[in-house]
C-alpha cells in the first residue's frame, strides 16, 4: 500500500553504500547476507560496498548503531522458535535507520520461518529504515548436522545472487520513479514496506512438544564439556553469542545458553555436546520430521 510523502527529497551528497549487518551463532546467516551485499553494490553503479556489521559478538551490540539515505542495509537474523531472536529484541530497538534502505533476510532450519520476517521487516520499518526487498532462505538446523547439512549450498547461493539482482534492479526503478537518485528513500517510503509472509499479531514463539504434546522446556539446557578432548583453545569463548563461556574458564558455559550451537560446532576438538533428553528428544523430531528440502522465499 501506498504512503502520503510530504518536505522536500533529501540532497544526497555520497554514493550508496551496501552492508550486511547480521547476528549468526553458526554462520549460515552471515554465508547469505554478505554474498547479497556484494551483488547488490556491484549490481547499483557508483555504489559502494561498505564495511559489515557483525552484531553476534555481546560487545557489538553494546553501541548504538545510525544510518541514513545513502545506506542499503542486507540485515539478517536467524529463526528461532519461528520469530525474530528474544535476546537481540532490546538491542534492535536501539537501532536508527535514519532512511536507510533495508533488506531484511532471516535464516531458518528447514521447519518453517513462521513469524520471524514480518516481525523483522516491522522492526526495521519502527526503526527508521525503508524495507525494499525481503527474504527467508534456509541454513544448516543448528541443532543438527543432517537437517538442510551443508546449507545455504551453492544453490541457495545462486538464489542468494539472483536475490540481489532483483533488488537492485528494483531499487533503480524506485530511483527512476522518483526521478532522481537523490530522491531514493522518499520513492522507498512511498513504495511502502515490502510485503511479506507472516501473521499480524505475530504467533506466539513455537514450542517443541513431546509425543502427548506437553510442551519441552529447553531453556536452561546448556551444553556440557568433556575435559578430556578440550584443549583450552579459547575458540567457543569468542564465539558464545552471549559472552556465557569466560577466558579463564574455555568450554565451561556458566550464564545464559540461546542454543545457537555456535561453541559446539565451532569447536575443533568436538569436546562440547548436549545431552538433556527434551533438548536431544526435539532434535530427533526436527530430523525426522522436515526432511524433505525447502527452497528459499523472495519477497520483492
Ligand atoms: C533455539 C533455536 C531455535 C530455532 N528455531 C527454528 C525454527 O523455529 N524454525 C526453523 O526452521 N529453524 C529454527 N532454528 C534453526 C536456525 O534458524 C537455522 O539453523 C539458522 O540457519 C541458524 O542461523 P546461523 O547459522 O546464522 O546461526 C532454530 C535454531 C535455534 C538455535
Ligand atoms: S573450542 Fe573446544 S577445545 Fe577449544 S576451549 Fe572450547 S571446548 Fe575447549
Ligand atoms: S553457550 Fe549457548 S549461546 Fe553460547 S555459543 Fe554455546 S550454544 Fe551458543
Known sequence: MGREITGAPVQRQRPLRARAMFFSGTGTTEKVVTAVADRLAEELSGAVRAEDIDFTPPARRDRVWSFDGADIVVFGVPVIAGRVPNVLLPFLRTLEGGGALALPVVLYG????????????????????HTVAAAAFIGEHSFSRVLAAGRPDERDMA??????????????????????????????????????????????????????????????????????????????????????????????????????????????????????????????????????????????
Request: with cysteine; glycine share 10%; net charge negative.
Open 159 to 300: 538464489i542468494a545472487e539472483g536475490f540481489a539482482r532483483q533488488a537492485a534492479e528494483k531499487i533503480r526503478g524506485l530511483a527512476e520513479a522518483a526521478n532522481s537518485a537523490d530522491a531514493l528513500a522518499e520513492a522507498a517510503y512511498r513504495a511502502g514496506p515490502v510485503g511479506v509472509d507472516g501473521m499480524q499479531p505475530l504467533r506466539p514463539y513455537y514450542t517443541p512438544r513431546d509425543r502427548q504434546g506437553n510442551p519441552i522446556n529447553i531453556l536452561k539446557v546448556k551444553p556440557k564439556l568433556d575435559e578430556a578432548k578440550c584443549t583450552k583453545c579459547g575458540i567457543c569463548v569468542s564465539a558464545c553469542p552471549m559472552g556465557s563461556i569466560k577466558e579463564e574458564a574455555p568450554g565451561v558455559v556458566d550464564g545464559i545458553c540461546i542454543k545457537c550451537c555456535g561453541c559446539e560446532k565451532k569447536c575443533p576438538e568436538g569436546a562440547l555436546y548436549f545431552d538433556d533428553p527434551g533438548y536431544l528428544y526435539h532434535k530427533e523430531e526436527l530430523e525426522l520430521g522436515y526432511p524433505d528440502r525447502k527452497e528459499p522465499t523472495l519477497f520483492l
Open 110 to 129: 528447514n521447519r518453517n520461518f513462521d513469524d520471524a520476517l514480518i516481525e523483522l521487516r516491522d522492526i526495521l520499518e519502527e526503526r527508521g529504515f
